[in-house]
């Protein structure tokens, strides 16, 4: 894959790897009057966007927008500027522009309206000066021109629908790199599954970088993965300075833990017992091994890392504990009566028989 290539995939999967809500599509249920829709649904193609030009270009995009409302939107598209936590788990959407991209994008139609049920392109055009860094990130963010006022006391929620953006400047000098700051499991030792993983990768390159790998669990000293974990399932990605932890779970065992959501909206967890996988009663020490690459100048880097961890049932272990000493006292109990038995029947055979008195002499004469 060539490094061009290579930053052009990297960015497509932008938006799955924020922690922001939007996936395309955007739903907003309102009390407005009458004259705006009382809802918002909107749906855009590509999302995330992502565009790969060369410094000094002007590079053209098209947006497809549908209206999935029940009336006709007056929409506006505006650039924002976004900012990441130290984890890159959260995204905090800013009201001001992109510093310097703001400038250099332009649309078609920054206003416009669009009908229920129908689609409508937006071209996006990108004049990149000479000067330009290696990769831009930001937020076009859709909303209503105007807002419906809230009415006898009623509520309002404004809808909008952010579609991660992001440029590629295909230069010299552009570089990757990518390492591991943490491997670690979420505690040393479980009484049931999940173990859950956390990596936390740095980029310290000036392009955004995607990991990909596997986490192989195994015994120690075993050759054969008991389970092979996907590293990064998600496709996310980390831009440049920037540190992003991603979890995994092995859940593969006899009992395990299930996230359910109860009927009030809460989440807990549910022990889960298939007794269809009793084979798979995990006991003892284990070791999960990773195994991540990333692309630097065409080429694939490896990254490794290894931590151990232990599984404990102490529950189960102590009833088999107690129905195996209950199983020896009875084994102990069935015997004493056993020998307790065999030695009187040896005492009975045993014991001399009474002497036949002598005769009298009368009996003799």
Wanted: hydrophobic share 40%; aromatic share 8%.
């Amino acid at each position: 894959m060539s490094h061009r290539l290579h930053r052009l995939v990297l960015a497509a999967g932008l938006v799955v790897s924020m922690a922001w809500g939007h996936t395309g599509t955007a739903h907003a249920i309102t009390t407005a009057p009458a004259t705006i829709p009382t809802d918002f649904n909107l749906q855009v193609t590509p999302s995330p966007l992502v565009i790969t030009a060369k410094p000094g270009t002007r590079t053209q995009v098209e947006l497809k927008i549908r209206n999935g409302g029940s009336g006709a939107e007056s929409l506006k598209i505006e650039p924002r500027s976004f900012t990441l936590s130290n984890d890159s788990t959260k995204v905090d959407l800013q009201d001001t522009s992109p510093p310097d991209i703001g400038s250099w994008v332009s649309f078609s139609a920054p206003k416009l309206t669009v009908q229920p049920g129908q689609w409508t392109s937006e071209q996006i055009t990108f004049n990149l000066p000479k000067d330009t860094g290696f990769s831009y990130s930001f937020a076009l963010v859709i909303s209503r021109q105007k807002d419906a006022a809230p009415t006898g006391g009623s509520r309002v929620i404004k809808g909008s629908l952010a579609v991660f953006t992001l440029v590629n400047v295909d230069r010299p000098g552009a570089t990757s790199n990518l390492s591991v700051s943490s491997f670690s499991v979420g505690k040393r030792m479980y009484e049931y599954l999940p173990a859950t993983f956390q990596i936390r990768f740095r980029n310290s390159g000036n392009t955004i970088t995607q990991p990909l790998g596997n986490i192989f669990v195994q015994r120690p000293g075993s050759g054969a993965a008991l389970a092979t974990l996907g590293v990064n399932d998600k496709h996310g990605y980390i831009l440049p300075g920037t540190e992003r932890v991603i979890s995994t779970s092995w859940s593969d065992g006899f009992p395990y833990y299930k996230t359910v959501t109860n009927s009030n909206g809460s989440t807990g967890q549910k022990l889960v017992w298939d007794w269809g996988n009793l084979s798979k009663l995990r006991i003892g020490r284990y070791t999960a091994h990773l195994v991540a690459v990333y692309s630097q100048a065409g080429r694939d880097v490896p990254i490794e890392g290894s931590v151990s961890f232990w599984v404990i049932p102490w529950k189960i272990l102590l009833g088999l504990t107690l129905v195996a000493l209950l199983m020896l006292f009875s084994v102990f109990m069935i015997i004493r009566a056993i020998v307790k038995f065999i030695r009187k029947r040896i005492q009975r055979r045993k014991k001399p028989s009474e002497p036949t008195p002598p005769a009298s002499p009368e009996t003799q004469a």
